[in-house]
């Protein structure tokens, strides 16, 4: 099965070893145009299935989502999902994320990086893609 985000993130290296916290304090009544979280995300990682891979996240405006996993080959694979904030969380959604479907995380923009940390708190990076 394909891995989700959250196994991506427990198999890359941590990041920075500081508290992750949202950027605004009830994003539950924020807009996400004003989160800073829209736009495509990348990073690297390594895909039970697929090996070594670089992944590109699309969060759009409306809450659609879009994962798409760039293989070593050059090959991409596509994925489909949905995007939430609730609470404190970023709730990705999709068959990307097997085997429950969903991945929830701790979530932060600090200096232009996408900062995402698992229940465990490991962290992964994602750069936005120019």
């Known amino acids: ?3 989700g985000l959250l196994v991506l993130v427990s198999l890359l290296i941590a ?10 304090s009830d994003p539950v009544d924020t807009p996400k145009a004003e989160t ?16 070594e891979v670089d992944v590109e996240m699309m969060l759009e405006e409306d809450g659609g989502l879009s994962m798409v996993l760039v293989l070593s080959s050059g090959a991409r ?20 994320f097997s085997p429950d479907g969903e991945s929830r995380v701790r979530w932060q923009v600090k200096d232009g990086v996408l900062v995402l940390e698992d229940a465990s708190g490991r962290q992964q990076e994602w750069q936005r893609k120019k």
């Not at 990041?15 to 605004?24: A, D, I, K, L, R």
């Not at 495509?40 to 895909?47: F, H, I, M, N």
């Not at 489909?80 to 990705?92: F, N």
């Open 36 to 51: 800073g979280l829209h736009g495509v995300w990348t990073t690297r990682g390594v895909d039970e299935t697929f090996g």
């Open 77 to 96: 694979r596509s994925f489909p999902g949905s995007w939430a904030l609730e609470g404190d969380e970023l709730v990705l959604s999709g068959a990307y």
């Open 15 to 24: 990041g920075c070893n500081e508290q992750s916290t949202p950027m605004v």
């Open 1 to 3: 099965m394909r891995l």
